[in-house]
Each structure stands twice: as structure tokens, then as C-alpha cells.
């Protein structure tokens, strides 16, 4: 199975900021990496998928970057309503694997 | 829009079963991959299986193999999890998503999730 490494394990930052969250595979997924957002009482969304592609609705202060082992969320001026758990998802190959997730808190 | 509303959760004894239920609305369930992600208490996600639209093809994590069962009913919008031969750490939060990226599962649409607990 594909491992999926990811860090911080917990980040705090402020309103406005910009924060990157990184996912490393142990092996090479080419593109195929997504992120999802995680909130109490929300269903999770999907943010981006195939490393850069933002999802409809997904609003344009993510990216995503990356391709191969190591792949970047980027979140700039960050909201408060950004705050939550992300997770990486390598949807390259059978099983599907998550990175242990980032939580990102309010400083 | 979009709803996935999972249930049929609850606390069950080691051993016992349990069938989990994904009621979809708001598009069209025939043509969409579907897959049961759990997230145990504090901890990550981990898919469990996912089945192709028209439910010709399954695919499942070694950790249920043989254990679980994903099914659909198309003709009324409708995704199963038999869940057999429980244990404890099967306790977690169980999530139906919708879709799928060249035939590896990407949940574009998650439900909220249903709570199940294992223990004696």
C-alpha cells in the first residue's frame, strides 16, 4: 500500500496568513493526490484533486501543487472559516490511502 | 443538490452484524462510483470499498475482505454495508461517498456519517 506522510501534524496561524500543508507518498502517485477539509457538524468537502485541480466551489486562495512523492496544499489569507483538519488522499492506486491528517487551529 | 444520508448505525456486540444504509439524492446515482470511508475515533480515514454504477465490479480494503459487503440499489438511490463478524476495531464513524477518478475512488460528495460502535 502506499503511505502517506503528512505534515505538520498541527499548524496555528491567523486570519490573513498564508500556511502550507505537505503529503509525502512512498512512492511515486504521478498527479493523483487530493486534499479534503474536515469540520465538526459539516459534511468533509473535497478541496483540489489531481494535485491542482481545485474542485468546483473550492475557492481560488487553495492550491495544490506537486506530482511524483511530495505534494503541497497552499492556503493564502487565510478565513476563519479555512480552520479544520485537512487530509491528502492518493487516488492513484488500489487501496486508496489518507495521510494521518493536519489540523489547523487558530492562533 | 447533493445529499448522502447514511444510517443504520448504532452499538453492537462483538461478533454480531449490522447493515448500513446511503440514501443519495440530487443526481443521478446510476452513474456514479460509490464508497464507505471510516474514520475510528481520533483517528484517520480509511476507505473500506467501493462499487462501480451499475455494481458490476467491487473493490475492498484487506482489513473487511470477506467480512464486509458493499451493494446498491439503484432503482432507489440507495448503497449497503453488510457489515459481519464485527470487532472492536471496526468501532468508527462510517461515511458513503460519491465518485470516482479512472476508476480509483475520490469522494467528491461525502455523507455526514453514521456512528458505529462495537462492544460487549
Known amino acids: 500500500d502506499v503511505q502517506m506522510t503528512q505534515s505538520p501534524s498541527n499548524l496555528a496561524a491567523s486570519p490573513g496568513e498564508s500556511v502550507s500543508i505537505n503529503c509525502k507518498a512512498s512512492k511515486s502517485i504521478s498527479k493523483y493526490l487530493a486534499w479534503y477539509q474536515q469540520k465538526p457538524g459539516k459534511a468533509n468537502k473535497l478541496l483540489i484533486y489531481?494535485?491542482?485541480t481545485l474542485q468546483s466551489g473550492t475557492p481560488s486562495r487553495f492550491s495544490g501543487s506537486g506530482s511524483g512523492t511530495d505534494f503541497t496544499l497552499t492556503i493564502r489569507n487565510l478565513e476563519p472559516e479555512d480552520f479544520g483538519l485537512y487530509y491528502c488522499q492518493q487516488h492513484n492506486e488500489y487501496p486508496p490511502t489518507f495521510g494521518a491528517g493536519t489540523k489547523l487551529e487558530l492562533k | 443538490e447533493v445529499q448522502l444520508v447514511e444510517s443504520g448505525g448504532g452499538l453492537v456486540q462483538p461478533g454480531r452484524s449490522l447493515k448500513l444504509s446511503c440514501v443519495a439524492s440530487g443526481f443521478a446515482f446510476n452513474y456514479y462510483w460509490m464508497t464507505w470511508i471510516r474514520q475510528a475515533p481520533g483517528k484517520g480515514l480509511e476507505w473500506l470499498a467501493s462499487?462501480?454504477?451499475?455494481?458490476?465490479?467491487?473493490y475492498y480494503a484487506d482489513s473487511v475482505k470477506g467480512r464486509f459487503t458493499i451493494s446498491r440499489d439503484n432503482a432507489n438511490s440507495t448503497l449497503y454495508l453488510q457489515m459481519n463478524s464485527l470487532r472492536s476495531e471496526d468501532t468508527a464513524t462510517y461515511y458513503c461517498?460519491?465518485?470516482?477518478?479512472?476508476?480509483?475512488?475520490?469522494?467528491?460528495?461525502w455523507g455526514q456519517g453514521v456512528m458505529v460502535t462495537v462492544s460487549s
Open positions: 461517498t460519491r465518485g470516482a477518478i479512472l476508476r480509483i475512488p475520490l469522494g467528491d460528495y
Open positions: 462499487i462501480t454504477n451499475n455494481g458490476g465490479s467491487t
Open positions: 489531481s494535485g491542482s
